[in-house]
């Protein structure tokens, strides 16, 4: 079983709808990432977060350290929005990688 | 401030061959970290300099090596190329281990 998965692998939306995008790890973490990954592109933080809520204009990530569980929303979806998600979490030295959400958003 | 930077963007090479990739970190940050991202895949852990010393290392074959020069700027070195080493690397830097930065990655194709 992976330390941190992703649900769900890939999702269709239709412009403007709401999305959810989960994440949940099995180890202790000092903080959580979501990242925004276009195709054969570079990545891009979107949220360090390790209690509680953050926002970021359409996007919202929550965590709930007990659960061990993370979400990411994007309210209005854009087609611009479509990329591969990636929850990440920082344990010591390093960043465990989930294995990431593919959004394809259409118009 | 500029963000982390790498290069080159792209390069291809052949098999047994040897590459170098290099990352620049945020003005400040002393910690570089280094991620291989195969197609398809989310990325792997390889190293994390700190200071110039090694203070991680990933699953990965000696024919990967690292270093972290006094200005902070960080080289991957991968000897012996294999197809399988074809994939995006990353660089993160960081303040603290937990909040790092990525750079935009360089794309390696090994033929």
């Known amino acids: 079983k992976n330390e941190v998965e992703q649900s769900p692998q890939n999702l269709t939306a239709q412009e403007g709808e709401f999305i959810t995008i989960n994440c949940s790890y099995s180890?202790?973490?000092?903080?959580l990432h979501w990242l925004q990954q276009h195709p054969g592109g570079g990545i891009v933080s979107l949220f360090m977060l390790s209690s509680g809520k953050k926002k970021h204009g359409r996007l919202i990530a929550t965590i709930n350290i007990q659960e061990k569980h993370s979400s990411l929303h994007i309210t209005a979806s854009h087609p611009r929005d479509s990329a591969v998600y990636i929850c990440a979490v920082g344990r010591t030295n390093k960043l465990i990688f989930g294995t990431g959400t593919l959004l394809a958003v259409q118009p | 401030d500029a963000g982390v930077t790498q290069s080159p963007t792209h390069l291809i090479k052949t098999r047994g061959q040897h590459v170098t990739l290099r990352c620049s970190p945020i003005s400040g940050h002393k910690s570089v970290s280094w991620y291989q991202q195969v197609l398809g895949q989310g990325p792997q852990f390889i190293f994390q300099y700190y200071e110039k010393e090694e203070r991680g290392r990933g699953n990965f074959p000696d024919r990967f090596s690292a270093r972290q020069f006094p200005n902070y700027s960080s080289e991957l070195n991968v000897n012996a190329l294999l197809l399988g080493d074809s994939a995006l690397y990353l660089c993160?830097?960081?303040?603290?281990?937990?909040?790092?930065?990525f750079g935009p990655g360089t794309r390696l194709t090994v033929t």
């Open positions: 993160a830097s960081s303040l603290v281990s937990y909040e790092q930065y």
């Open positions: 180890v202790g973490i000092s903080a």
